[in-house]
């Protein structure tokens, strides 16, 4: 079955402090993952895909295809930072239905 | 670029009434989707269109649900009947061609009372 696994609900750390967001996924073929992330009263944005291979905002996110996972790392978290984020994949060759993670609320602690 | 445009963003519904969410993609957008967000859940997949055309329609339940997006004007996803099971937040996003990642908009909280 295709499905993507956020384990956490919410991650909460401290300012200044490294974080990863856990995404893990089933997939029978080779998909494209993206994170996207909502700030607090404003709209899914999508933050990073993993073909770009960017850092977008000090956030990087390596496809592990031997571990089917999609972590979202950031060495130094802010306090901006604290939002909701969803990891989701997309077949390759243009398929259009996101499927998508539950979600974890990052909370960075002052 | 105002980004998509879904409106309104809070809708409330009694049982057995009529629900219509319109969605205006991004200027140059051509595809549309409608996601739906259950409580505790992630977005799930319900309908893909083009101009005039549903492409996919998978993910949609099969009774009281439609959608279309028109030569002129928004995307419409209508639910006919509501039931309470239907309280949800209903997202649109749209995307230059069906290869390119999808924008989206802040979505439509529907209550059903």
């Known amino acids: 079955a295709q499905r993507v696994t956020q384990p956490e609900k919410l991650l909460s750390v401290f300012k200044g402090a490294p974080v990863e967001l856990k995404c893990n996924y089933s997939y029978s073929g080779s998909p494209e993952l993206f994170w996207y992330v909502q700030y607090s009263r404003q709209r899914l944005q999508l933050l990073l895909r993993h073909i770009s291979r960017e850092s977008i905002k000090g956030f990087t996110a390596d496809l592990n295809k031997g571990e089917t996972s999609f972590h979202l790392k950031k060495p130094f978290a802010q306090e901006e930072d604290s939002a909701m984020y969803y990891c989701?994949?997309?077949?390759?060759?243009?398929?259009?239905?996101?499927?998508f993670g539950t979600g974890t609320r990052l909370k960075v602690l002052a | 670029n105002a980004g998509v445009m879904q409106n309104p963003r809070h809708l409330v519904r009694r049982r057995g009434q009529e629900a219509r969410l319109r969605c205006s993609p991004m200027k140059g957008h051509s595809h549309v989707y409608w996601y739906r967000q259950l409580p505790e859940e992630g977005l799930k997949f319900m309908v893909y269109?083009?101009?005039?055309?549903?492409?996919?329609e998978s993910g949609m339940p099969k009774e009281r649900f439609s959608a279309e997006f028109p030569k002129e004007g928004p995307s419409i996803l209508r639910i006919q009947q509501v039931v309470r099971g239907d309280s949800a937040a209903y997202f649109c996003a749209s995307s230059v061609d069906r290869v390119q990642p999808q924008h989206f908009g802040d979505g439509t909280r529907l209550s059903i009372l």
């Open positions: 989701a994949l997309s077949g390759t060759s243009g398929t259009y239905k996101y499927i």
């Open positions: 269109l083009q101009k005039e055309n549903i492409i996919d």
